[in-house]
Protein backbone atom coordinates (compact mmCIF):
# COMPACT_ATOMS: atom_id res chain seq x y z
CA UNK A 1 0.00 0.00 0.00
CA UNK A 2 1.21 3.42 -0.70
CA UNK A 3 2.29 5.17 2.25
CA UNK A 4 1.68 8.73 0.82
CA UNK A 5 -1.49 8.17 -1.00
CA UNK A 6 -3.50 5.20 0.67
CA UNK A 7 -5.28 2.76 -2.09
CA UNK A 8 -8.94 1.43 -1.79
CA UNK A 9 -8.18 -1.06 -4.43
CA UNK A 10 -8.06 -4.41 -2.02
CA UNK A 11 -10.19 -3.41 0.60
CA UNK A 12 -13.57 -2.06 -0.31
CA UNK A 13 -17.03 -2.93 -0.44
CA UNK A 14 -18.41 -4.98 -3.38
CA UNK A 15 -20.72 -3.05 -5.84
CA UNK A 16 -24.07 -3.39 -7.01
CA UNK A 17 -24.27 -0.97 -10.68
CA UNK A 18 -26.96 1.40 -9.15
CA UNK A 19 -28.07 2.07 -12.07
CA UNK A 20 -29.64 -1.29 -12.85
CA UNK A 21 -32.29 -2.82 -10.65
CA UNK A 22 -31.36 -6.83 -12.00
CA UNK A 23 -27.70 -6.25 -10.25
CA UNK A 24 -28.84 -6.05 -6.89
CA UNK A 25 -28.60 -9.03 -4.88
CA UNK A 26 -31.52 -9.34 -2.93
CA UNK A 27 -32.85 -5.82 -2.26
CA UNK A 28 -31.92 -1.70 -2.26
CA UNK A 29 -31.46 -0.24 0.89
CA UNK A 30 -32.50 3.20 1.70
CA UNK A 31 -32.40 5.81 4.35
CA UNK A 32 -35.61 6.23 5.35
CA UNK A 33 -34.96 8.80 8.67
CA UNK A 34 -32.22 10.83 9.68
CA UNK A 35 -31.87 12.74 13.27
CA UNK A 36 -29.00 14.06 15.47
CA UNK A 37 -28.44 15.26 18.38
CA UNK A 38 -26.09 17.60 20.27
CA UNK A 39 -25.59 18.69 23.95
CA UNK A 40 -26.85 22.17 25.09
CA UNK A 41 -23.42 23.46 26.59
CA UNK A 42 -21.36 25.25 24.13
CA UNK A 43 -17.45 25.74 24.26
CA UNK A 44 -16.05 28.88 21.94
CA UNK A 45 -12.79 29.14 21.18
CA UNK A 46 -12.70 32.27 23.46
CA UNK A 47 -13.48 30.11 26.10
CA UNK A 48 -10.44 27.72 25.60
CA UNK A 49 -8.55 30.95 25.56
CA UNK A 50 -8.96 30.48 29.26
CA UNK A 51 -7.74 27.13 29.63
CA UNK A 52 -4.97 26.32 27.80
CA UNK A 53 -2.46 29.15 25.29
CA UNK A 54 -4.31 29.33 22.15
CA UNK A 55 -6.38 32.42 20.84
CA UNK A 56 -9.40 32.59 18.17
CA UNK A 57 -7.41 33.67 15.08
CA UNK A 58 -4.92 30.46 15.94
CA UNK A 59 -8.05 27.85 16.01
CA UNK A 60 -9.93 29.36 13.30
CA UNK A 61 -7.27 29.96 10.56
CA UNK A 62 -6.13 26.25 11.09
CA UNK A 63 -9.29 24.74 11.48
CA UNK A 64 -12.08 26.69 10.86
CA UNK A 65 -13.47 25.84 14.17
CA UNK A 66 -14.82 28.53 15.99
CA UNK A 67 -16.99 26.28 18.75
CA UNK A 68 -18.07 22.61 19.61
CA UNK A 69 -20.55 21.50 21.68
CA UNK A 70 -20.02 19.80 25.31
CA UNK A 71 -21.49 17.00 26.87
CA UNK A 72 -22.96 17.76 30.51
CA UNK A 73 -21.33 15.48 33.40
CA UNK A 74 -23.84 13.12 33.82
CA UNK A 75 -24.78 13.06 30.09
CA UNK A 76 -22.81 10.21 28.50
CA UNK A 77 -22.72 8.37 24.69
CA UNK A 78 -25.72 6.04 24.74
CA UNK A 79 -27.48 9.05 25.87
CA UNK A 80 -26.65 10.93 23.03
CA UNK A 81 -27.02 8.36 21.00
CA UNK A 82 -30.70 7.85 22.41
CA UNK A 83 -31.44 11.13 21.72
CA UNK A 84 -30.30 10.89 18.17
CA UNK A 85 -31.83 7.79 17.56
CA UNK A 86 -35.38 8.84 18.54
CA UNK A 87 -35.51 11.67 15.86
CA UNK A 88 -34.35 9.67 13.42
CA UNK A 89 -37.06 7.15 14.01
CA UNK A 90 -39.61 9.69 14.32
CA UNK A 91 -38.70 11.07 11.03
CA UNK A 92 -38.82 7.60 9.40
CA UNK A 93 -41.50 6.76 10.93
CA UNK A 94 -40.72 3.66 12.66
CA UNK A 95 -41.11 2.39 16.11
CA UNK A 96 -39.23 0.33 18.60
CA UNK A 97 -40.49 -2.58 17.84
CA UNK A 98 -39.71 -2.43 14.17
CA UNK A 99 -36.14 -2.10 14.35
CA UNK A 100 -34.39 -5.42 13.93
CA UNK A 101 -30.88 -4.35 14.25
CA UNK A 102 -29.25 -1.34 15.92
CA UNK A 103 -25.21 -0.53 15.47
CA UNK A 104 -23.46 2.20 17.18
CA UNK A 105 -20.41 3.52 15.65
CA UNK A 106 -17.80 4.64 18.64
CA UNK A 107 -14.60 5.26 20.06
CA UNK A 108 -16.16 6.70 23.29
CA UNK A 109 -18.38 3.56 24.87
CA UNK A 110 -20.27 4.21 27.91
CA UNK A 111 -17.83 1.83 29.17
CA UNK A 112 -15.21 -1.17 27.37
CA UNK A 113 -18.46 -3.62 27.44
CA UNK A 114 -21.32 -4.20 27.46
CA UNK A 115 -21.56 -2.46 24.50
CA UNK A 116 -23.22 0.83 23.92
CA UNK A 117 -25.74 -0.34 21.26
CA UNK A 118 -27.53 -2.47 24.20
CA UNK A 119 -27.75 0.64 26.46
CA UNK A 120 -29.19 2.58 23.55
CA UNK A 121 -31.34 -0.74 23.29
CA UNK A 122 -32.55 -0.61 26.47
CA UNK A 123 -33.67 2.98 26.61
CA UNK A 124 -35.19 2.86 23.05
CA UNK A 125 -37.13 -0.14 23.87
CA UNK A 126 -35.83 -1.82 20.82
CA UNK A 127 -36.33 -5.31 22.75
CA UNK A 128 -36.34 -7.06 20.01
CA UNK A 129 -33.20 -6.32 18.17
CA UNK A 130 -29.88 -7.41 17.82
CA UNK A 131 -27.20 -5.07 18.53
CA UNK A 132 -23.54 -4.41 18.71
CA UNK A 133 -21.05 -1.85 18.29
CA UNK A 134 -18.43 -0.49 15.92
CA UNK A 135 -15.45 0.90 15.82
CA UNK A 136 -13.35 2.54 12.78
CA UNK A 137 -12.96 6.24 14.64
CA UNK A 138 -14.45 8.88 12.64
CA UNK A 139 -15.12 6.76 9.67
CA UNK A 140 -17.49 4.38 11.99
CA UNK A 141 -20.89 5.44 10.67
CA UNK A 142 -20.15 5.08 6.43
CA UNK A 143 -18.50 1.72 8.15
CA UNK A 144 -21.76 1.36 9.64
CA UNK A 145 -23.95 2.04 6.52
CA UNK A 146 -22.02 -0.51 4.92
CA UNK A 147 -22.64 -3.23 7.17
CA UNK A 148 -26.39 -2.44 8.10
CA UNK A 149 -26.98 -2.85 4.20
CA UNK A 150 -26.12 -5.87 4.19
CA UNK A 151 -28.30 -6.87 6.45
CA UNK A 152 -31.30 -5.13 4.71
CA UNK A 153 -30.32 -6.36 1.03
CA UNK A 154 -29.84 -10.16 2.47
CA UNK A 155 -33.24 -9.81 3.92
CA UNK A 156 -32.13 -11.06 6.94
CA UNK A 157 -33.38 -7.53 8.56
CA UNK A 158 -35.94 -5.23 7.63
CA UNK A 159 -34.95 -2.20 9.83
CA UNK A 160 -31.50 -0.99 10.75
CA UNK A 161 -30.63 1.35 12.79
CA UNK A 162 -27.20 3.21 12.41
CA UNK A 163 -25.93 5.22 15.08
CA UNK A 164 -22.46 7.37 15.35
CA UNK A 165 -22.25 8.78 18.86
CA UNK A 166 -19.24 10.34 20.67
CA UNK A 167 -18.16 11.65 23.94
CA UNK A 168 -15.12 13.15 22.89
CA UNK A 169 -14.68 15.34 25.89
CA UNK A 170 -13.77 12.16 28.12
CA UNK A 171 -10.70 11.18 26.24
CA UNK A 172 -9.44 14.95 25.41
CA UNK A 173 -6.38 15.72 26.88
CA UNK A 174 -7.34 19.73 27.85
CA UNK A 175 -3.87 20.90 28.44
CA UNK A 176 -2.58 19.76 25.01
CA UNK A 177 -3.99 22.72 22.69
CA UNK A 178 -3.23 20.61 19.62
CA UNK A 179 -5.58 18.53 20.03
CA UNK A 180 -8.16 19.65 22.65
CA UNK A 181 -9.21 22.56 20.48
CA UNK A 182 -10.64 19.78 17.64
CA UNK A 183 -13.16 17.85 19.05
CA UNK A 184 -16.63 18.45 20.55
CA UNK A 185 -19.36 16.01 21.21
CA UNK A 186 -22.34 14.66 19.77
CA UNK A 187 -24.81 12.04 17.68
CA UNK A 188 -26.02 11.31 14.29
CA UNK A 189 -28.45 8.43 13.50
CA UNK A 190 -30.22 6.86 10.29
CA UNK A 191 -32.75 4.59 9.65
CA UNK A 192 -32.17 2.10 7.15
CA UNK A 193 -34.95 0.11 4.97
CA UNK A 194 -35.83 -1.08 1.78
CA UNK A 195 -37.97 0.88 0.12
CA UNK A 196 -39.42 -0.20 -3.37
CA UNK A 197 -38.43 1.82 -6.26
CA UNK A 198 -35.92 3.04 -4.45
CA UNK A 199 -31.75 3.17 -5.30
CA UNK A 200 -30.69 4.19 -1.73
CA UNK A 201 -27.24 3.95 -1.01
CA UNK A 202 -25.34 3.22 -4.23
CA UNK A 203 -22.24 2.38 -2.75
CA UNK A 204 -19.66 2.26 -0.13
CA UNK A 205 -15.97 2.25 -0.41
CA UNK A 206 -13.76 1.86 2.37
CA UNK A 207 -10.11 1.28 3.09
CA UNK A 208 -7.79 0.80 6.22
CA UNK A 209 -3.72 1.24 6.72
CA UNK A 210 -2.93 -0.26 10.14
CA UNK A 211 1.27 0.57 9.09
CA UNK A 212 -0.51 3.94 10.25
CA UNK A 213 -2.38 3.22 13.43
CA UNK A 214 0.08 5.40 15.65
CA UNK A 215 -0.71 8.46 14.03
CA UNK A 216 -3.74 8.67 16.16
CA UNK A 217 -4.90 6.89 19.18
CA UNK A 218 -5.07 6.29 22.71
CA UNK A 219 -2.75 4.69 24.19
CA UNK A 220 -3.95 3.61 27.50
CA UNK A 221 -7.09 1.77 28.52
CA UNK A 222 -6.77 -1.57 26.84
CA UNK A 223 -4.96 -5.02 27.18
CA UNK A 224 -1.83 -3.90 26.13
CA UNK A 225 -1.72 -0.60 28.47
CA UNK A 226 -4.61 -1.05 31.11
CA UNK A 227 -5.09 1.41 33.78
CA UNK A 228 -2.27 1.82 36.69
CA UNK A 229 -1.12 4.62 38.59
CA UNK A 230 1.75 5.17 35.97
CA UNK A 231 -0.64 5.29 32.56
CA UNK A 232 -2.60 7.76 34.39
CA UNK A 233 0.17 9.72 35.24
CA UNK A 234 2.14 9.72 32.05
CA UNK A 235 -1.40 10.43 30.18
CA UNK A 236 -1.76 7.62 28.57
CA UNK A 237 -5.69 7.40 28.66
CA UNK A 238 -6.27 10.52 26.13
CA UNK A 239 -6.17 11.23 22.67
CA UNK A 240 -3.08 11.57 20.65
CA UNK A 241 -2.35 12.61 17.26
CA UNK A 242 0.39 13.36 14.59
CA UNK A 243 -1.46 16.24 13.50
CA UNK A 244 0.54 16.91 9.93
CA UNK A 245 0.77 13.38 8.88
CA UNK A 246 -2.52 12.92 9.71
CA UNK A 247 -3.66 15.89 7.97
CA UNK A 248 -2.00 14.57 4.62
CA UNK A 249 -3.29 11.43 4.87
CA UNK A 250 -6.75 12.39 5.25
CA UNK A 251 -7.11 14.17 2.26
CA UNK A 252 -5.48 11.79 0.27
CA UNK A 253 -7.74 8.90 1.24
CA UNK A 254 -11.39 10.66 0.85
CA UNK A 255 -9.91 12.10 -2.38
CA UNK A 256 -9.04 7.81 -3.12
CA UNK A 257 -12.28 6.91 -2.15
CA UNK A 258 -14.38 9.62 -3.07
CA UNK A 259 -13.23 8.94 -6.24
CA UNK A 260 -13.83 4.96 -6.54
CA UNK A 261 -16.97 5.57 -5.17
CA UNK A 262 -18.00 7.54 -8.33
CA UNK A 263 -16.20 5.55 -10.68
CA UNK A 264 -18.47 2.48 -9.47
CA UNK A 265 -21.22 4.39 -9.96
CA UNK A 266 -20.28 5.77 -13.26
CA UNK A 267 -21.11 9.12 -12.07
CA UNK A 268 -19.00 12.43 -12.72
CA UNK A 269 -18.68 14.63 -9.50
CA UNK A 270 -20.88 17.31 -11.57
CA UNK A 271 -24.03 15.42 -11.09
CA UNK A 272 -23.67 14.97 -6.87
CA UNK A 273 -25.96 17.32 -5.29
CA UNK A 274 -24.49 17.52 -2.03
CA UNK A 275 -21.04 16.73 -0.35
CA UNK A 276 -20.63 15.97 3.07
CA UNK A 277 -17.23 15.29 4.19
CA UNK A 278 -16.24 14.33 7.54
CA UNK A 279 -16.43 17.34 9.37
CA UNK A 280 -12.33 17.41 11.32
CA UNK A 281 -11.24 20.66 9.57
CA UNK A 282 -12.09 23.27 7.02
CA UNK A 283 -8.57 23.32 5.12
CA UNK A 284 -8.90 19.26 4.41
CA UNK A 285 -12.55 20.07 3.62
CA UNK A 286 -11.43 22.39 1.02
CA UNK A 287 -8.57 20.58 -0.14
CA UNK A 288 -10.15 17.58 -0.86
CA UNK A 289 -13.51 19.14 -2.87
CA UNK A 290 -10.32 21.52 -4.89
CA UNK A 291 -9.00 17.64 -5.87
CA UNK A 292 -11.99 16.47 -6.60
CA UNK A 293 -13.01 19.63 -8.68
CA UNK A 294 -16.42 20.22 -6.54
CA UNK A 295 -17.82 23.83 -6.47
CA UNK A 296 -17.79 24.72 -3.19
CA UNK A 297 -21.42 25.77 -3.03
CA UNK A 298 -21.85 22.00 -2.95
CA UNK A 299 -20.34 21.54 0.47
CA UNK A 300 -22.10 21.08 3.59
CA UNK A 301 -19.88 22.31 6.19
CA UNK A 302 -20.74 22.61 10.20
CA UNK A 303 -17.40 22.15 11.54
CA UNK A 304 -17.46 25.57 12.58
CA UNK A 305 -20.11 24.96 14.84
CA UNK A 306 -19.70 21.48 15.62
CA UNK A 307 -15.80 20.82 15.22
CA UNK A 308 -15.02 17.22 14.74
CA UNK A 309 -17.45 14.92 16.38
CA UNK A 310 -15.77 11.72 15.17
CA UNK A 311 -18.42 8.96 14.01
CA UNK A 312 -20.78 11.25 14.81
CA UNK A 313 -19.31 13.89 12.09
CA UNK A 314 -20.90 12.67 8.94
CA UNK A 315 -24.43 11.66 10.29
CA UNK A 316 -25.06 14.90 12.19
CA UNK A 317 -23.98 16.89 8.66
CA UNK A 318 -26.24 14.70 6.76
CA UNK A 319 -29.28 15.07 9.11
CA UNK A 320 -28.87 19.41 9.33
CA UNK A 321 -28.11 19.07 5.28
CA UNK A 322 -31.62 17.12 5.20
CA UNK A 323 -33.71 18.73 7.40
CA UNK A 324 -32.33 22.34 5.62
CA UNK A 325 -34.13 21.03 2.40
CA UNK A 326 -29.72 21.21 1.47
CA UNK A 327 -30.82 18.00 0.41
CA UNK A 328 -33.78 16.77 -1.69
CA UNK A 329 -35.77 13.96 -2.91
CA UNK A 330 -33.86 12.55 -5.71
CA UNK A 331 -30.69 14.59 -5.13
CA UNK A 332 -27.28 12.17 -5.08
CA UNK A 333 -24.91 12.86 -2.30
CA UNK A 334 -21.22 12.01 -1.64
CA UNK A 335 -20.15 11.14 1.76
CA UNK A 336 -16.39 10.83 2.84
CA UNK A 337 -14.73 9.90 5.74
CA UNK A 338 -11.62 9.51 7.46
CA UNK A 339 -10.53 8.15 10.86
CA UNK A 340 -7.92 6.68 13.14
CA UNK A 341 -7.08 2.93 12.43
CA UNK A 342 -6.05 4.17 9.95
CA UNK A 343 -9.80 4.06 8.18
CA UNK A 344 -10.97 6.16 5.25
CA UNK A 345 -14.34 5.84 2.82
CA UNK A 346 -16.63 6.87 1.17
CA UNK A 347 -20.20 5.94 -0.03
CA UNK A 348 -22.90 7.37 -2.73
CA UNK A 349 -26.38 8.03 -1.56
CA UNK A 350 -29.66 8.37 -4.09
CA UNK A 351 -31.45 10.24 -1.44
Known amino acids: MSQSAPSNSESVASFRN ?3 A ?10 SGVGSYVPEQVLTNHDLEKMVETSDDWITTRTGIKERRIAAQNEFTSDLATKAAQRAMEQAGVT ?6 LIVATITPDMPFPATACLVQQKIGATGAAAFDIEAACSGFIYG ?13 DTVLVIGSEKLSSIVDWTDRNTCVLFGDGAGAAVLQNRPGAHGLLTAC ?13 P ?12 VASRLHFLRMDGKETFKNAINAMYTAAIE ?8 ISQIACIIPHQANRRIIDLVAERLGASPEKLFVNVDRMGNTSAASVAIALDEAVRSSRVKRGDLILLMVFGAGLTWGAAVVEW
Request: aromatic share 4%; glycine share 12%.
Open 18 to 20: PRA
Open 22 to 31: HDFVGRSCSI
Open 96 to 101: ADQIDL
Open 145 to 157: LEIGQQFIMSRTC
Open 206 to 218: MGTDGNKAGLLQM
Open 220 to 231: GGGSRCPATVES
Open 261 to 268: SLRRCELD
